[in-house]
């Protein structure tokens, strides 16, 4: 009877792994290729195992060199907009000094940017804006020290200094600096293409199905943020579709469609911004009825020059 093809493949390969003088991995390399050609990943792996184990093979472990961590909410529900700002911002600001995340340091460190992220924090942490989440219970903040260099609030900065840590009054959510630091991609239209835009949350999403021009924060960042800047009023249950209002001037409404979110992290960052107090709607007819909200006041050259350039020495 005809030898299955697969097994025809693991003998010559087999054979050849004992018999071959040249380097291991040039044979690897060989076996792959044919694998992917009879459709045989499994040989791989098989094949590998038997030179390991018989020839006291051991790969070196990779190379890890210290560099700077940014840590920021990754959802399951899909990349959401905001939390991934922390990431554009952050290597905006870095790069801007000719600086770059991935650089090799003396430590490695871990650097908290956007979001309601703090009870994700260790010790030694450096916090650039990070705000708590209302949902969170105080003992699941395990951390007793923290570097921090600003936070999105005055809630978030009582609270840390309520457990004995040091905090500037430097507020703002990074996400505020997305106009200063972006503006030649997202210039200011001539006229504004869309008279209201609305910008769920990741939980109102289906609440706002049907509506028109709903800005879906699992869409890609910069289209995101462009909708908004063409907007002329923003509606939003999202935290960062109003950062992203207030980075272009654009008059916006907190709009409550559940009861999912905490509204601490909302009050922390309009507080934040030189507001006296965050005003609510609960449904779409309210808020497109009511007035928006005071106009901001953040302070964008305290919160940059509050970056931690200081951890790249640049």
């Known amino acids: 009877m005809r030898p299955h093809p697969r097994s025809n493949v693991l003998h010559r390969f087999r054979w050849r792994v004992w018999q071959r003088a040249s ?6 390399v060989l076996l792959e290729e044919a694998a992917v050609a009879q459709g045989v990943r499994k040989i791989v792996r098989k094949v590998r195992g038997l030179a390991r184990r018989d020839r006291g093979y051991v790969p070196p472990p990779p190379f890890q060199p210290n560099t700077i961590e940014l840590f920021y909410w990754k959802s399951p529900l899909g990349v959401n907009f905001g939390d991934y700002l922390s990431s554009v911002i952050v290597n905006k600001m870095a790069a801007d000094a000719g600086c770059f995340l991935d650089e090799e340091r003396p430590r490695p460190v871990r650097l908290l940017g956007i979001g309601s992220i703090l009870h994700f924090a260790r010790n030694g942490d450096v916090v650039w804006g990070s705000g708590i989440n209302g949902k969170i219970r105080d003992e699941r903040h395990v951390f007793s020290s923290l570097d921090v260099r600003a936070v999105r609030g005055p809630l978030t900065r009582d609270f840390l200094m309520r457990r004995g840590i040091d905090v500037p009054e430097v507020f703002g959510d990074p996400g505020i600096l997305v106009a200063d630091l972006l503006g030649s991609r997202f210039p200011k239209p001539a006229e504004r293409k869309t008279p209201v835009a609305f910008v769920p949350n990741l939980h109102d999403l289906p609440k706002m199905e049907g509506w028109e021009n709903v800005v879906s924060p699992l869409d890609y960042w910069a289209s995101v943020v462009r909708r908004i800047s063409e907007a002329s009023h923003v509606i939003s249950s999202s935290l960062h579709g109003l950062v992203i209002a207030d980075a272009f001037g654009i008059p916006c409404t907190y709009l409550r469609l559940s ?10 960052y309009v507080l934040g911004v030189g507001r006296a107090r965050l005003d609510i709607t609960r449904s779409r007819e309210e808020a497109v009825r009511a ?17 931690p350039y200081d951890l790249w020495d640049c």
């Not at 009861?259 to 922390?268: P, V």
């Open 23 to 28: 380097p291991r991995e040039e044979v690897f």
């Open 291 to 307: 007035s928006p909200m005071g106009k901001a006041r953040p302070d964008l050259a305290r919160l940059k020059a509050s970056f």
């Open 259 to 268: 009861e999912e979110e905490n509204t601490l992290k909302y009050e922390d």
